[in-house]
């Protein structure tokens, strides 16, 4: 059998349906990294956690939003909530918003996380402060579905600064910028509400790299890297 | 479970995001639920820097329809015209762009800039067509995309005087809001200390007098003390009744302050209870209107009414086009305005015919001063020629042409007069100085019924002057049984109506196949469109087609259309199309006009095409087709 087999035992196995599902999504070929930003199709997301600890706290919810043909698509986006056995503490409940009950009666944790792999396809990913988000999911799918995710990732935490360094000086959090460029984000900790904040932010900083001369995903990777080099 | 996710299934915290902003602008805040999911289902945001050009002619057919969600887009002028930068209109969210090309299915033709980081909503113009089946308000919002873009013309206006803006939305509330002062009352039998009192204590300067059922029945002003109280003797335990001016004129209080300030300069009064189904629920006071705008009407009429002399008079001339002038640069509307000076032009006129009347003995004969053409119609724009006359009929024994000759050397002074006051002579002798025009109220029956059965070319000019008169003063009696005469006769002879909606077919709208507009040239080969001859004068000669025929007495051309109309069985929507864009033409001819000097005038129903920002232009262009609507109208009415 598959790599995912002997795994299997310490999970709630996947229906034939899913297991065909996330055998179709490991074996798409990487996205093209080299052709012209307007023209590749970007998946934004922020998660909702139990917490901010990368060991303990689990995932609760992922919202998703497309950017493509240099718009982000409002008809195009993905918004679940992963059942939980417990609710998450008072406290974190009302960060994010997610009551007890849509916790625990949330969508079956694979069949939420295949739904998510389904909607990403190979498409690069999207994030402010993305190593929290990338780190959140990839644990979840590990979990669930025996897998991590290989599709890029952009971090917009260091893709702004290197983009508009006149503007840099100050701005820690997504908050920061997004104020800066008068974005409204009327639900702050809804996972689709800053999903698309920060896919406007997105936009931004797309059509400034368009002037600077960064035409695809490859250099906007480059810029990331060279960013978070300086900042080391 | 999920397996079969459809990742392009719209979500709902998304469609959120967008239908709570578009519920803040029309249309989309008075188009139901669904219909806005709909659109919201489809929209895409997108990003644009100051400086890009959004959509352009470049584009084609536009691709989709443009909300801006923030920023500011402007619409530039197009290439090779200077426009001031006042004359370019800035988008700001929740306006659309282009309604227009949409709805043509052309390309836009100035492009649109963002002139601000930007970010736009995009509905794929596919599925705004499909709105257009599904939402009867957003078909609206497009086809009467008229009413919007006159609305945002207006706003151009007072942004050139940038703080009227404030007293123009408060000069549109009605009264309800703006006096929320309890009315200050008391009943008949009030004494006057205690009533005097009480305006003393409440310090307002009037006090309504109120029966038992609240309903207004007097009032009583603090200027009124001194000579029907102090100088009368009057005990302070008289009654209230006694002093108190009967029936006050009082005003609904869903009028608005424009109206308010209308009756107080009409009836040269300075307190009007505001009231609700007849009952007192507050007053509104000459002050509290000058609270909202600079010059007052009711100043003005009192120069008026007081001018005791020529001078004098002519000094309330001015004032009147200074008056004109500034409320036009607020921004207000031409239907208001047009009102507002014909008011003060009739009492003007009405105040020189008294002026005059003092040296002239008219006793024995009954006479109605009379107006034509648009002051007939209460359409004067700033400063028109006279066109007046008299009818007059003369009590037993006295002779008609001993009484002509009375009245003519009247009439003649009142016309040196006017002139005098900023109403120029009229060249064409249309005044009732001329001994053609001050006729009886048989001898002008007998007049018009030659003109209606007798049509030849001149006939016809004749009746579309005279046929829109109107009495200014004098015993209107005469003008009213010279309307019922004149209602009589037209509706009945299908011959002179065919010939009058054929007169009104004669001139085109100057809508070019090609090119925008069909213009005409100058001396210096400059082209315009004359505002007058063919675009005003296409929506006048209608309207008085249709209100000969279906026997209405209104003058006005607004009011002729929507009287008319509703028995023509027009829609609704046409008919506010129709007097929209009338108003529009106006409210052009009055800028032209306004912003013109003396020497200019002979030309100042000229416009320039390419001078107009491209909104006026574009709402020129659709008003010209109100007026062919009207026109082909008529055709298939009248078979022509």
């Given at each position: 059998?598959?790599?995912?087999?002997?795994?299997?035992?310490?999970?709630?196995?996947?229906?034939s349906?899913?297991?065909?599902?996330?055998?179709?999504?490991?074996?798409?070929p990487?996205?093209?990294?080299?052709?012209?930003?307007?023209?590749?199709?970007f998946?934004?997301?922020?998660?909702?956690?139990?917490g901010?600890?990368?060991?303990?706290?689990?995932?609760?919810?992922?919202?998703?939003?497309?950017v493509?043909?240099?718009?982000?698509?409002?008809?195009?986006?993905?918004?679940?909530?992963?059942?939980?056995?417990?609710?998450?503490?008072?406290?974190n409940?009302l960060i994010?918003?997610?009551?007890?009950?849509t916790?625990?009666?949330?969508?079956?944790?694979?069949?939420?996380?295949?739904?998510?792999?389904?909607?990403?396809?190979?498409?690069?990913?999207?994030?402010?402060h993305?190593?929290?988000?990338?780190?959140?999911?990839?644990?979840?799918?590990?979990t669930?579905?025996?897998?991590?995710?290989?599709?890029?990732?952009?971090?917009?935490?260091?893709?702004?600064?290197?983009?508009?360094?006149?503007?840099?000086?100050?701005?820690?959090?997504?908050?920061?910028?997004?104020?800066?460029f008068?974005?409204?984000?009327?639900?702050?900790?809804?996972?689709?509400?800053?999903?698309?904040?920060?896919?406007?932010?997105?936009?931004?900083?797309?059509?400034?790299?368009?002037?600077?001369?960064?035409?695809?995903?490859r250099?906007?990777?480059?810029?990331?890297?060279?960013?978070?080099w300086?900042?080391? | 479970?999920?397996d079969?996710?459809?990742?392009?299934?719209?979500?709902?915290?998304?469609?959120?995001?967008?239908?709570?902003?578009?519920?803040h602008?029309?249309?989309f805040?008075?188009?139901?639920?669904?219909?806005?999911?709909?659109?919201c289902?489809?929209?895409?945001?997108?990003?644009y820097?100051?400086?890009?050009?959004?959509?352009?002619?470049?584009?084609?057919?536009?691709?989709?329809l443009y909300?801006?969600?923030?920023?500011?887009?402007?619409?530039?002028?197009?290439?090779?015209?200077?426009?001031?930068?006042?004359?370019?209109?800035?988008?700001g969210?929740?306006?659309?762009?282009?309604?227009?090309?949409?709805?043509?299915?052309?390309?836009?033709?100035?492009p649109?800039?963002?002139?601000?980081?930007?970010?736009?909503?995009?509905?794929p113009?596919k599925?705004?067509?499909?709105?257009?089946?599904?939402?009867?308000?957003?078909?609206?919002?497009?086809?009467?995309?008229?009413?919007?873009?006159?609305?945002?013309?207006?706003?151009?206006?007072?942004?050139?005087?940038?703080?009227?803006?404030?007293?123009?939305?408060?000069?549109?509330?009605?009264l309800?809001?703006?006096?929320?002062?309890?009315?200050?009352?008391?009943?008949?039998?009030?004494?006057?200390?205690?009533?005097?009192?009480?305006?003393?204590?409440?310090?307002?300067g009037?006090?309504?007098?109120?029966?038992?059922?609240?309903?207004?029945?007097?009032?009583?002003?603090?200027s009124?003390?001194?000579?029907?109280?102090t100088?009368?003797?009057?005990?302070?335990?008289?009654?209230?009744?006694?002093?108190?001016?009967?029936?006050?004129v009082?005003?609904?209080?869903?009028?608005?302050?424009?109206?308010?300030?209308?009756?107080?300069?009409?009836?040269g009064?300075r307190?009007?209870?505001?009231?609700?189904?007849?009952?007192?629920?507050?007053?509104v006071t000459?002050?509290?209107?000058?609270?909202?705008?600079?010059?007052?009407?009711?100043?003005?009429?009192?120069?008026?009414?007081?001018?005791?002399?020529?001078?004098?008079?002519?000094?309330?001339?001015?004032?009147?086009?200074?008056?004109?002038?500034?409320?036009?640069?607020?921004?207000?509307?031409a239907?208001?305005?047009?009102?507002?000076?014909?008011?003060?032009?009739?009492a003007?006129?009405?105040?020189?015919?008294?002026?005059?009347?003092?040296?002239?003995?008219?006793?024995?004969?009954?006479?109605?001063?009379?107006?034509?053409?648009?002051?007939?119609?209460?359409?004067?724009?700033?400063?028109t020629?006279?066109?007046?006359?008299?009818?007059?009929?003369?009590?037993?024994?006295?002779?008609?042409?001993?009484?002509?000759?009375?009245?003519?050397?009247?009439?003649?002074?009142?016309?040196?007069?006017?002139?005098?006051?900023?109403?120029?002579?009229?060249l064409?002798?249309?005044?009732?100085g001329?001994?053609?025009?001050?006729?009886?109220?048989?001898e002008?029956?007998?007049?018009?019924?030659?003109?209606?059965?007798?049509?030849?070319?001149?006939?016809?000019?004749?009746?579309?002057?005279?046929f829109?008169f109107?009495?200014?003063?004098?015993?209107?009696?005469?003008?009213i049984?010279?309307?019922?005469?004149?209602?009589?006769?037209?509706?009945d002879?299908t011959?002179?109506?065919?010939?009058?909606?054929?007169?009104?077919?004669?001139?085109?709208p100057?809508?070019?196949?090609?090119?925008?507009?069909?213009?005409?040239e100058?001396?210096?080969?400059?082209?315009?469109?004359d505002?007058?001859?063919?675009a005003?004068?296409?929506?006048?000669?209608?309207?008085?087609?249709?209100?000969?025929?279906?026997?209405?007495?209104?003058?006005?051309?607004?009011?002729?259309?929507?009287?008319?109309?509703?028995?023509?069985?027009?829609?609704?929507?046409?008919?506010?199309?129709?007097?929209?864009a009338?108003?529009?033409?106006?409210?052009?001819?009055?800028?032209?006009?306004?912003?013109s000097?003396?020497?200019?005038?002979a030309?100042?129903?000229?416009?320039v095409?390419?001078?107009?920002?491209?909104?006026d232009?574009?709402?020129?262009?659709?008003?010209?087709?109100?007026?062919?609507?009207?026109?082909?109208?008529?055709?298939?009415?009248?078979q022509?």
């Amino acid at each position: 059998m598959s790599w995912w087999s002997d795994l299997a035992g310490r999970r709630p196995p996947l229906s034939s349906a899913q297991t065909a599902a996330l055998k179709a999504f490991v074996s798409m070929p990487a996205c093209d990294q080299t052709i012209e930003i307007e023209a590749q199709r970007f998946v934004v997301v922020d998660v909702e956690s139990t917490g901010l600890n990368l060991s303990t706290d689990r995932l609760i919810a992922i919202g998703a939003v497309t950017v493509s043909n240099g718009a982000i698509q409002l008809d195009q986006g993905l918004d679940v909530v992963l059942q939980q056995a417990a609710p998450s503490a008072v406290d974190n409940i009302l960060i994010h918003g997610i009551d007890g009950t849509t916790q625990t009666t949330g969508k079956d944790p694979a069949g939420a996380l295949l739904e998510f792999l389904a909607f990403i396809g190979n498409s690069p990913l999207v994030a402010y402060h993305a190593p929290f988000d990338r780190s959140m999911i990839n644990k979840a799918t590990k979990t669930y579905l025996g897998m991590t995710l290989n599709n890029p990732w952009l971090d917009l935490a260091f893709i702004a600064p290197a983009l508009l360094p006149e503007m840099a000086k100050g701005k820690q959090g997504l908050d920061d910028w997004t104020r800066a460029f008068e974005i409204v984000n009327t639900n702050r900790h809804n996972a689709v509400a800053d999903a698309l904040a920060t896919a406007q932010l997105l936009l931004v900083l797309i059509s400034r790299a368009n002037q600077e001369n960064a035409v695809s995903l490859r250099d906007l990777i480059k810029l990331e890297k060279a960013q978070q080099w300086l900042t080391r | 479970m999920s397996d079969q996710s459809s990742p392009a299934h719209p979500v709902e915290s998304l469609l959120n995001s967008a239908m709570a902003f578009l519920k803040h602008y029309p249309p989309f805040d008075e188009m139901d639920e669904a219909n806005l999911r709909y659109l919201c289902g489809h929209l895409s945001l997108a990003y644009y820097p100051t400086g890009t050009e959004i959509l352009t002619s470049g584009h084609g057919l536009p691709p989709y329809l443009y909300i801006v969600q923030r920023g500011a887009v402007q619409l530039r002028p197009s290439a090779g015209y200077h426009v001031s930068g006042a004359n370019v209109l800035a988008l700001g969210p929740g306006e659309c762009f282009s309604v227009y090309a949409l709805m043509e299915q052309r390309a836009v033709g100035s492009p649109y800039t963002a002139v601000a980081d930007t970010f736009c909503y995009r509905l794929p113009a596919k599925i705004y067509a499909e709105l257009l089946h599904r939402s009867q308000r957003f078909q609206e919002f497009s086809t009467h995309y008229l009413r919007s873009l006159l609305r945002d013309s207006r706003r151009l206006i007072q942004m050139h005087s940038a703080s009227a803006a404030a007293e123009q939305h408060a000069m549109n509330k009605n009264l309800c809001e703006l006096s929320a002062r309890t009315p200050i009352a008391c009943a008949a039998d009030t004494s006057l200390e205690e009533a005097l009192r009480r305006m003393h204590q409440a310090r307002v300067g009037s006090i309504v007098v109120i029966n038992a059922d609240n309903e207004p029945i007097g009032i009583f002003s603090r200027s009124d003390v001194l000579d029907r109280v102090t100088l009368a003797r009057r005990a302070l335990t008289d009654p209230i009744s006694i002093v108190m001016t009967p029936k006050p004129v009082t005003i609904g209080g869903e009028a608005t302050a424009y109206d308010a300030a209308l009756l107080i300069a009409t009836h040269g009064i300075r307190h009007l209870p505001i009231t609700d189904n007849g009952k007192l629920i507050g007053v509104v006071t000459e002050r509290d209107l000058f609270a909202l705008q600079r010059v007052s009407a009711r100043g003005i009429n009192r120069t008026i009414t007081q001018a005791g002399n020529a001078d004098a008079l002519e000094q309330a001339g001015r004032d009147v086009q200074t008056f004109a002038r500034t409320l036009f640069s607020q921004g207000v509307s031409a239907e208001q305005l047009t009102n507002l000076i014909t008011t003060l032009n009739d009492a003007l006129s009405q105040r020189a015919v008294v002026l005059v009347q003092k040296d002239h003995d008219l006793r024995g004969i009954s006479w109605c001063w009379l107006t034509f053409g648009s002051e007939g119609r209460q359409e004067q724009t700033v400063s028109t020629d006279q066109d007046n006359g008299l009818v007059f009929s003369v009590g037993a024994g006295v002779d008609v042409e001993q009484a002509r000759a009375r009245l003519l050397a009247f009439a003649q002074a009142v016309n040196a007069q006017l002139d005098r006051c900023g109403f120029p002579l009229c060249l064409g002798q249309i005044m009732a100085g001329n001994p053609r025009w001050c006729l009886s109220l048989n001898e002008w029956q007998a007049q018009f019924a030659d003109w209606v059965n007798n049509t030849n070319p001149e006939a016809l000019l004749n009746s579309v002057i005279f046929f829109d008169f109107r009495a200014l003063t004098g015993d209107e009696g005469l003008a009213i049984a010279l309307r019922e005469y004149l209602n009589q006769l037209v509706p009945d002879n299908t011959r002179f109506l065919r010939q009058l909606a054929q007169y009104a077919l004669e001139v085109k709208p100057p809508l070019g196949l090609i090119r925008d507009f069909v213009t005409e040239e100058t001396e210096d080969k400059s082209s315009f469109i004359d505002l007058k001859k063919s675009a005003g004068r296409l929506f006048v000669d209608a309207a008085r087609v249709m209100a000969l025929g279906t026997g209405i007495t209104a003058t006005n051309t607004a009011s002729r259309i929507r009287a008319a109309g509703g028995l023509l069985k027009m829609s609704e929507a046409d008919i506010g199309s129709a007097v929209d864009a009338f108003f529009f033409i106006q409210q052009l001819r009055l800028r032209s006009q306004l912003s013109s000097d003396e020497a200019e005038r002979a030309v100042a129903n000229r416009i320039v095409p390419e001078t107009l920002n491209e909104i006026d232009r574009r709402i020129l262009k659709e008003s010209l087709r109100q007026a062919r609507k009207l026109q082909s109208r008529l055709q298939l009415d009248y078979q022509l």
